[in-house]
């Protein structure tokens, strides 16, 4: 009896994260255009992939694109079947990834824990800037993290298990996948996590060849039906072009996206709260906790967060997204520790409240911010020493005093949870809950199509002002795809692959192109080039 109303009461809290999931993730998803480059990327893939219709090969101004597998890009062809090719069709594969995430979640949580655990480890990926944020965007990274995640906890689920195999069957169908969403580094991950896992403990106990051999079968299996089958049918040379674009990415800073070691760590500890605060409440002298046998589900999010967060801190290009695994651990161990809180088996740490605040804070001003610049941006521009920033704030977006009053009363109530959070937990977290849950839709919402008005609109709109001609167009000094995907560009225009060529020689379309203002003095030396405009920190040419 016990077991049915349990189930029942479960049944009930997954309808109700699948209905707040659709609620806050589905609403607006083509609110704004997508951003250059990594959102259009994929959505030009999908695009010319139904231009085409070759929907075996990605390509990339229909020339072969070897940088990823297509199993995102299949998601959002299918999405673009059915509502149009669009913004909303390229970002709804993330927001039902999203729902699915928060269901699934959910399940691992109350699995390897109690519900609690689990209800909370849905709730931090809903009211944490970042996690949040992603389900609401065109990028790779939310599926791909949630294949690595399921594969991570079906490993988990051997150990003791009396279907570990099914476990791991489960466990290698879910590491194929993830291959086929973003690559070998979904290899990569999980043997460097069994690698630590192996250190830590002495060997794999609780682990047999047969169960690493059966991952092995069962992930090899998912990545051969489309890796194999390409390689029997066209050689090895697009997966020779994959391998080494995989090592370039990682050796070398791509398209001046690098940064310092600590990047992640601090993309982290801002972009993930504030369930990352609460990774804080494990004391680095209890740190023995990695030894514990048999090793509870904590410990594997450990060693994912320390994996991931080490491996791409190491890796030379620096990209916001590329640590977004890490929102799994961050928010699973968020929730483990909140639980240990609410049940009483410890109080919260003084470390915790400080960067609450601390990191609050940084948000709180962040959000004041951004209307102040736009508020005083004849004040700022003289500071900025970038032409192309000074060039973007001349868009004509309006601000006003209104819009400082969500980042003052957001400021106003983390300062109430800090006080609170001390004495009257339950409270708090209320508070926090309810206004993260209004103050993350209200950036999204309010914020970001500001946000892209002055960095990329300007572009955008010049290259749509091309849909259905037939001519060529070719950003300079600058990598982009909006060209591509917003001009529609078609398979009967060729590929724009070298500036200097197309500069100088004769060509069969007429020729567009875009530079940013900070090196139109290159391109003005240049006789072939009439000036036809600027605008926001973009400058557009013609071909004489």
């Not at 500069?503 to 007429?510: D, K, L, M, T």
């Amino acid at each position: 009896m016990y077991h049915r109303i349990t189930s029942l009461k479960n049944k009930y809290i997954y309808i109700g994260l699948a209905a707040i999931g659709a609620i806050f993730f589905l609403p607006f998803l083509g609110q704004v255009h997508l951003f250059d480059w990594d959102e259009i990327n994929f959505a030009e893939c999908a695009r010319e992939m139904i231009a085409t219709g070759d929907y075996f090969r990605p390509q990339i101004d229909f020339q072969p694109f070897w940088e990823k597998p297509p199993l995102f890009i299949w998601m959002q062809v299918l999405s673009m079947k059915s509502f149009g090719i669009s913004e909303f069709a390229a970002r709804l594969p993330n927001a039902i990834c999203g729902i699915l995430t928060l269901l699934s979640v959910f399940y691992v949580g109350n699995k390897v824990k109690n519900k609690q655990t689990g209800i909370l480890f849905a709730l931090f990926f809903l009211i944490s800037w970042l996690p949040h944020f992603y389900f609401k965007s065109g990028i790779i990274d939310p599926s791909f993290n949630l294949f690595i995640f399921l594969s991570f906890y079906h490993y988990y689920s051997i150990r003791g298990s009396t279907s570990a195999y099914y476990s791991a069957i489960h466990s290698g169908l879910f590491l194929g996948l993830a291959v086929l969403t973003k690559g070998p580094v979904a290899i990569l991950i999980a043997g460097l996590a069994m690698l630590v896992y192996f250190l830590l403990n002495r060997g794999f106990k609780g682990y047999s060849i047969g169960h690493i051999l059966t991952i092995g079968v069962a992930s090899l299996a998912v990545i051969g039906s489309w890796f194999g089958i390409y390689i029997l049918k066209d050689g090895w040379w697009f997966v020779n072009e994959f391998v080494a674009y995989q090592i370039r990415l990682f050796t070398t800073q791509d398209a001046g996206h690098g940064g310092p070691f600590i990047y992640h760590f601090v993309v982290l500890l801002i972009g993930c709260f504030p369930a990352v605060i609460f990774l804080f409440q494990q004391r680095i002298k209890s740190a023995r906790f990695i030894f514990s046998a048999p090793p509870d589900f904590s410990v594997w999010m450990w060693i994912m967060l320390w994996v991931v967060l080490l491996l791409f801190s190491i890796v030379k290009t620096k990209i916001v997204h590329y640590s977004s695994l890490c929102y799994f651990p961050v928010c699973y161990l968020g929730a483990h520790y909140l639980d240990e809180i609410l049940q009483g088996k410890t109080s919260i740490r003084p470390i915790t409240r400080a960067l609450f605040l601390i990191v609050g804070i940084i948000w709180s001003i962040v959000l004041i911010a951004l209307p102040l610049i736009g508020l005083f941006k004849d004040r700022f521009t003289p500071y900025i020493e970038d032409p192309f920033a000074v060039g973007n704030l001349e868009a004509q977006v309006n601000w006003s005093y209104f819009e400082l009053i969500p980042g003052l009363i957001y400021l106003m109530l983390l300062i109430i949870i800090f006080i609170k959070l001390r004495r009257n937990t339950i409270f708090a977290l209320g508070i926090l809950l309810i206004s993260q849950l209004l103050i993350i839709p209200v950036t999204i919402l309010h914020f970001t199509p500001k946000i892209e008005a002055i960095s990329q609109r300007a572009a955008i709109e010049f290259y749509s002002s091309f849909q259905g001609k037939q001519v060529l167009i070719k950003p300079l000094g600058f990598k982009s795809y909006a060209h591509l995907f917003y001009a529609k560009k078609s398979a009967s225009v060729p590929s724009a692959t070298d500036e200097d060529q197309l500069i100088h020689e004769p060509n069969s379309f007429p020729v567009y192109f875009i530079s940013k203002i900070q090196d139109k003095p290159r391109y003005d030396t240049f006789p072939q080039l009439e000036v036809l405009g600027s605008k926001n920190g973009f400058v557009f040419y013609k071909k004489k």
